[in-house]
């Protein structure tokens, strides 16, 4: 069985869910995922996780 999940809806509902319990961890989330978003793509990440 392939199944293919896209990480960037995957994260953004993550922190989502945190936001809505500790909006204090906004920027922190905010930060995090640009973060990871910019490595992924400076070391030609696609941003699909292949389970």
Same mark, same amino acid.
């Given at each position: 069985?392939?199944? /293919?999940? /896209? @990480? %960037?809806? !995957?994260? %953004? #509902?993550? *922190? =989502?869910?945190?936001?809505?319990?500790?909006?204090? @961890? $906004?920027?922190?989330?905010? %930060?995090?995922?640009?973060?990871?978003? &910019? $490595? !992924?793509? @400076? $070391? &030609?990440?696609? =941003? *699909? #996780?292949?389970?």
């Amino acid at each position: 069985m392939h199944m /293919s999940i /896209s @990480l %960037a809806p !995957l994260v %953004a #509902l993550i *922190a =989502g869910i945190f936001i809505l319990i500790v909006p204090r @961890l $906004l920027n922190y989330i905010i %930060a995090i995922y640009l973060i990871v978003t &910019g $490595l !992924l793509g @400076l $070391l &030609g990440g696609n =941003g *699909a #996780l292949h389970l």
